[in-house]
């Protein structure tokens, strides 16, 4: 049996690594812990930025998930400002930008993702990225009723952002490569069922091509982007929402494979949240989501699993997006499917993904909470499950 750790350090204060600090305090742990975040602010909701922080419904501080007295109380030592820029599994040590450097003997790497940035060009002035409030912040200050806003990609933070600016009055564009929006997630006939909502609202869609480059005014600041189709769209602020990498450098790679309980392949080190790509039992296969609630149930998973309270994180996916006065909400995972039925009065829609054999593999709702716990029993009694898990694989691949 492994010894119970007596110092933990964990690595990245977003939500799973808050998840993961609350967890281990609440289910007894009473020695050293240690979160450390390189943004200024107190953990806080993510979501909330491309929707209500961006719309001025909510203030900064009304996003924090946690006050100060409660790292206080929790006795969590919060080091805030501060990157951790190397770690040593051999020697179980971690690396501060200040220059500090902790001891642990269980390392919880939350380190999240990033902006995927365009490459080969130049972002002028006015050209925005959205993961941090620091980054919202500057996107808010810039939305201004009747300017001209254009979001690089129709994924979900392009379309949340798009709508969001809509209801501030903005002008908006959106251009998108694929042939739909959320076509990759969603699928074409879905993607071509929001397209149609976004240009009811107003935006104009411009699907099949892509940005090649950022056009400047005199004053050096953004005038225009310029497409592939050789057209262009005049604004005076853009957002490029292209996706996320998932920040895994400390160990290495840029995600960070586990067993369902969060484990890595180093011992006493585990990772949660963005970071990872965890095993999935009942898909059988590894899967990185980007989503809020998978990052807290991975933490909450990954701190039982350190006190020796074994956990596996395998609940039916989930997550939702707000646009365009639609509430979307996705259970379950499908990368590919056989066939889909969808069930659309207008206002509101359903959608089930369904395998070859006409097995639920995900379900999107829009509008139709009510829909959801059903979905979920439907999905959790269908899912495949195998009790391998990555490590036994390796084990039994080495024997
Ligand atoms: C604009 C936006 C809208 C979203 N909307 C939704 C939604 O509607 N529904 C949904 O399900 N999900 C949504 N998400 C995704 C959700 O926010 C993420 O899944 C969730 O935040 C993941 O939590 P995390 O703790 O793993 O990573 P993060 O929240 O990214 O936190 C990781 C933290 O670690 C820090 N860090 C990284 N490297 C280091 C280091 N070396 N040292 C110290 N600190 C470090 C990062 O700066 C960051 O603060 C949205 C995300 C964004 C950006």
């Given at each position: 049996m492994t010894r119970r750790p007596e110092n933990i350090v964990v690595v990245g204060a977003g939500l799973a690594g808050l998840r993961s600090a609350e967890t281990l305090r609440a289910r007894g742990f009473d020695g050293r812990l240690t979160l450390v975040g390189d943004e200024t602010h107190l953990p806080y909701e993510r979501p909330a930025l491309s929707k209500e922080l961006l719309a001025g419904k909510r203030s900064p501080e009304q996003l924090a998930l946690r006050q100060p007295e409660f790292f206080r109380e929790q006795q969590i030592e919060l080091l805030l400002g501060r990157r951790v820029e190397k770690v040593s599994p051999k020697h179980r040590t971690a690396l501060l930008s200040d220059g500090r450097e902790l001891l642990w003997d269980a390392l919880v790497i939350a380190t999240g993702a990033r902006a995927r940035r365009m490459r080969g060009v130049e972002t002028p002035p006015g050209v925005h990225y959205l993961r941090t409030l620091s980054d919202a912040l500057a996107l808010r200050s810039e939305l201004v009723r009747g300017k001209r806003l254009a979001v690089v990609g129709a994924g979900f933070i392009g379309a949340e952002v798009?709508?969001?600016?809509v209801a501030l009055g903005l002008d908006v564009s959106v251009v998108e490569p694929l042939a739909a929006p959320l076509e990759r997630v969603l699928g074409t006939e879905i993607g071509m069922l929001l397209a149609e909502r976004y240009r009811a609202q107003g935006v104009d869609l411009r699907l099949g091509t892509g940005v090649t480059d950022f056009a400047c005014g005199p004053d050096g600041r953004l005038r225009a982007l310029e497409l592939s189709d050789g057209s262009?769209?005049?604004c005076d602020v853009a957002v490029v929402g292209i996706g996320a990498e998932?920040?895994?450098?400390l160990l290495g790679a840029p995600a960070i494979e586990t067993d369902a309980s969060g484990r890595t392949e180093h011992e006493g080190i585990y990772a949660c949240g963005d970071v990872a790509s965890s095993w999935r039992p009942s898909l059988g296969r590894h899967l990185r989501m980007e989503h809020w609630t998978s990052a807290?149930?991975?933490a909450?998973?990954?701190a039982r699993t350190i006190l020796g309270e074994e956990s596996v994180h395998d609940d039916v996916p989930f997550f939702w997006s707000d646009q365009f006065g639609l509430r979307l909400q996705y259970v379950g995972f499908a990368s590919e499917w056989a066939s889909i039925d969808v069930e659309d009065d207008g206002d509101t829609f359903s959608v089930r993904y369904l395998g070859e054999d006409e097995r639920l593999l995900?379900?999107?709702?829009a509008n139709r909470p009510g829909e959801l716990a059903g979905l979920r029993r439907e999905l959790a009694a269908s899912a495949v499950v195998s009790h391998t898990t990555s490590r036994d694989?390796?084990?039994l691949e080495a024997v």
């Open positions: 798009a709508s969001t600016a262009e769209i005049v998932p920040a895994g450098e807290a149930g991975q909450a998973a990954v995900a379900a999107l709702v694989e390796r084990e």
